[in-house]
């Protein structure tokens, strides 16, 4: 279900496929042989493209495409354009199906750029007021970056990349699942912080609504459930979700659910044998993916480290990174 395909440009012809699946005519502006990188990551029919390029370029996207795309730019040494919107480091651009656009790039830049359905941003957004509504996203728009939220975001997103090329060989299915949801939350966060509060709805009975994610939790059995999957299968809101875990648990439902895959990955690892699965593949497989703050995580949660559980002699274990990891769906 998980491909990943990387490669390094030697020529602007390269990013023809900039977008993985779109055709994108290319023009080169600067001077000098163009050199860079370009990345697809592909989780069923959706994609996530990373590219980065050392020269000048002009893009031209048909009005073909019936997919829609939404872009974040990732660095730029000088100016961006798209449409009539300057693009700063960490904007994202909301590309519709059918619409012509065109970019310019000035010198050395990097993107990411994710392609879906419209008939998938109900599934991909649930919980998320506007976003999960596919006429929200019929209309060209650009977002700026929130100075603390966007570059986190592409901070985020690009270490999830590094880590499911490493590791995509294996992952599951519903592993995948997980990082696919993962991946677009990144890619919408400035969008998501731009919107409005949404207080509308009637908040339910906490703790009627607890159990209800409790017993889909014990439906999914071991596999990471991201909380936009629990949003669309319950039809609630991620405002009304966040209250009822506050009035609950006295923590928020995306801290609960880094607790539950806390305990599935111990659960695991007391039933397997060195050398037989690594910490790092069970990580992956449940939704971390930089092994300093997962360790510090898992210790402050259980008084020893994972190798430890996993039965690692003690004079084998290697003592875990600085405790800076981000979790996807900013656990």
Known sequence: MLHVDSRRLDGFEGLHQAVHGTH??????????LRGTLSHIGIGDFSLSIGSFNVGMRTRRI?????????????????????????????????????????????????AAMRLDLDEVAEVFAGQHRLNDPEYWR????????PALGPAAAVRLA??????????????????????????????????????SDDSGWLPAARRL?????????????RPVHI???????HVSRRTLHRAFQEVFGMGPVTFLRHKRLCTIHSILRESRPGTTTVSTVAM??????????SHYYHTMFGEYPSQTLGVPAHELVAPQGAGLSVAQNA
């Open 210 to 222: 607890i159990g209800k994610v409790e017993h889909y939790l014990d439906e999914s059995g071991m």
């Open 159 to 196: 270490r999830i990349v590094v880590k499911l090329t490493e590791h995509h060989a294996a992952l599951t299915e519903p592993a995948a699942e997980f990082w696919r949801r993962s991946i677009a939350e990144c890619m919408a966060a400035n969008v998501i912080c731009s919107l409005p």
């Open 63 to 111: 009005a073909s495409d019936e997919k829609l795309i939404i872009g974040m730019l990732l660095k730029a040494e000088d100016r961006v354009a798209h449409w009539s919107f300057d693009m700063q480091p960490s904007d994202v651009l909301v590309i519709p199906p059918l619409l012509e656009h065109d970019g310019i790039f000035h010198g050395a830049s990097a993107y």
């Open 228 to 234: 936009s999957e629990i949003c669309a299968a319950l």
């Open 285 to 294: 497989q449940q939704g971390f993916y930089e092994l300093g703050r997962f």
């Open 139 to 146: 209309s060209k728009n650009h977002f700026r970056a929130d």
């Open 24 to 33: 994108v005519d290319v023009m080169q502006l600067g001077r000098g042989k």
